[in-house]
């Protein structure tokens, strides 16, 4: 099992918490909790213990304000060799503890400790996809989550119920939950069972090994009545661009010194910052968006592009995801369609063509597609009728064959997994790329497939073309990267965007009967005619995007 790995992981020192961190989230956590100096005991829990660097940090924190109180820790985790290292540290620096350690996996605790004051955590992090999907549909069940869900969010779930009222949480997770559709479930778990009190995105910075953009959050637990509205403190620190005038960059020692501050930031290791401090506004439904930082100055300009929207993309077409071959090496061709002696092949696009507003002049890529639609139910062609694609297919029947749920969920095996609609590859159709620092939509009128390395916006077949050309004008343009940052405020490492069918629907259309859309569908088709993407035409068009949405 995967999360036995993981273990062998955190004993190379992989994904344990950096002792700044440490410090950092427990300083925050008892910020916020109010302890009685009178004796008070303190019960805290680590479910993910590791070898204690948290448990230490925040013991650490109390002792600095509050000596008068008796602690009494708790512990979990599956490493026994961690688990006794834990215990050996923390008893060597402060012997007073109390320590209730246990060689267990939290999730499985049948009795976990109630009553609990602090929790604090950095809990496993492994995606769905490694995590599987039985193990997945599991966790949702057991801890009342919908959908896919990583292994953190039950850590969060659990921790929950372990916490008095008024007891204090502080979790170091992937920010992924904060913006993606599968962490809905989460979000409102924690918007109806706590208040949240401090959200620290620390992005792209690299604060682990690991490849995760790490987030902090603190929450304290609320026997909630009420469906309150509130604004939770946010703070954002993304990695930036060092090739600016280092003037304007503020010396610091390290990212930690940048939390809660606005600006540009320079590390003693000449690594370069950029952070903001705002809120996010959460309220009943807010778990339905994304939890990402805003300002008033943000709020406003929002406001006034929804006041400029007519419709979004959503209200008029639909997004979908290209294929997927689960065999690329069998159905995917790196060449014309002219240069296979195949029959059922088809033009292909993926990623490799991609470009603001055309296909740039890459070499065609074609895929052998053994789908087709009749009555608007998909079918898949008798290969008896195409030898040449039966031999080929069947040189790679074990492969094919062996792909189980195939089988299971009744198809041939020679099947692409994710077909997509056969019918809808002749139409009109703007493609994008999932990920890439600038948006890179362009239009396609060919008869092709999509490969899932692409997005691509399905139109019914009555849409206006207009309606089409200020769709590709509002996605290529810099006003489109204000509002995704304004908006959604997620990237990846790199300073990559996500362009993720959730925020795509999201895309502002100003009405088409503005003199500045009437200019941007004039400039559209002369550029789309020129089959020439002309730079200085792209300029004129962000202008008039610029303008018709301020």
């Given amino acids: 099992m995967r999360y036995k790995n993981l273990a062998k992981e955190k004993n190379k020192g992989i994904v344990y918490t950096p002792t700044v961190m440490a410090h950092y989230i427990a300083d925050e956590i ?135 009222n008024g007891g204090v949480a502080g979790f170091i997770t992937s920010n992924k939950f904060l913006t993606i559709n599968s962490g809905k479930s989460l979000r409102s778990c924690l918007y109806k069972n706590a208040q949240i009190l401090t959200i620290s995105d620390f992005g792209d910075t690299r604060i682990f090994n690991a490849a995760v953009l790490p987030c902090v959050t603190v929450f304290k637990k609320t ?49 370069c910052y950029k952070a903001k401090t705002g809120y996010t506004v959460l309220s009943a439904e807010s778990f339905h968006e994304p939890w990402v930082i805003t300002t008033s100055s943000q709020e406003k300009w929002l406001d006034k592009v929804e006041a400029n929207t007519w419709h979004t993309f959503k209200d008029v077409s639909k997004v979908r995801v290209g294929i997927k071959t689960t065999a690329d090496n069998v159905f995917l061709f790196d060449r014309d369609l002219s240069t296979v002696d195949l029959e059922l092949m088809k033009p292909l696009i993926t990623h490799r063509n991609a470009q603001c507003y055309l296909p740039n002049n890459s070499k065609p ?57 056969p019918s809808l590859w002749s139409h009109r159709k703007i493609v994008f790329r999932d990920i890439s620092e600038y948006p890179e939509f362009w239009f396609v009128t060919e008869d092709a497939v999509i490969n899932g390395d692409c997005y691509w916006i399905e139109f019914p077949e009555d849409t206006d073309d207009d309606i089409i050309y200020l769709m590709l004008a509002v996605a290529n343009s810099r006003f489109i990267i204000d509002f995704y940052d304004k908006k959604f405020n997620t990237k990846l490492y790199s300073s990559k965007r996500r362009f993720m069918s959730q925020y795509v629907e999201q895309f502002p259309i100003p009405d088409k009967n503005r003199d500045e859309s009437r200019q941007i569908i004039r400039l559209v088709k002369t550029l789309l005619d020129s089959h020439t993407l002309d730079w200085e035409i792209k300029k004129q068009i962000d202008l008039q995007v610029e303008s018709v949405f301020s």
């Fill in 30 to 164: 008892i910020s916020h909790y109010p302890m009685d100096k009178t004796g008070q005991v303190i019960k805290i829990l680590d479910p993910a213990l590791g070898e204690g660097e948290l448990a230490l940090a925040v013991i650490t924190a109390i002792k600095a304000s509050y000596t008068g109180n008796k602690i009494s820790l708790y512990g979990y985790d599956i490493d026994p060799l961690a688990v006794e290292k834990s215990k050996k540290r923390i008893r060597e620096i402060f012997p007073d503890v109390e320590i209730n350690f246990v060689v267990k996996d939290f999730l499985n605790e049948e009795t976990p400790p109630a009553d609990i004051d602090i929790v604090i955590a950095n809990p496993p992090y492994i995606r769905t996809q490694i995590l599987g999907e039985n193990t997945s549909k599991r966790l949702s069940e057991k801890f009342g989550l919908k959908g896919k869900v990583d292994i953190y969010y039950a850590f969060f779930v659990l921790s929950l119920e372990t916490l008095k």
């Fill in 223 to 271: 026997d909630k009545t009420l469906n309150e509205t509130y604004r939770a403190k946010f703070n954002s620190i993304y990695l930036s661009d060092s090739s600016s005038n280092d003037n304007q960059f503020i010396s610091v020692d390290s990212v930690y010194d940048c939390i809660g501050r606005d600006g540009s930031f320079i590390d003693k290791n000449s690594v």
């Fill in 365 to 421: 890529w074609s895929v052998l597609y053994p789908h087709y639609e009749k009555n608007g139910k998909r079918l898949t062609y008798d290969l008896e009728q195409f030898p040449k694609a039966k031999s080929y297919l069947l040189k790679h029947f074990e492969q094919l064959d062996g792909r189980k749920y195939v089988k299971k969920a009744n198809r041939a095996w020679y099947e692409i997994w994710v077909p997509q609609k």
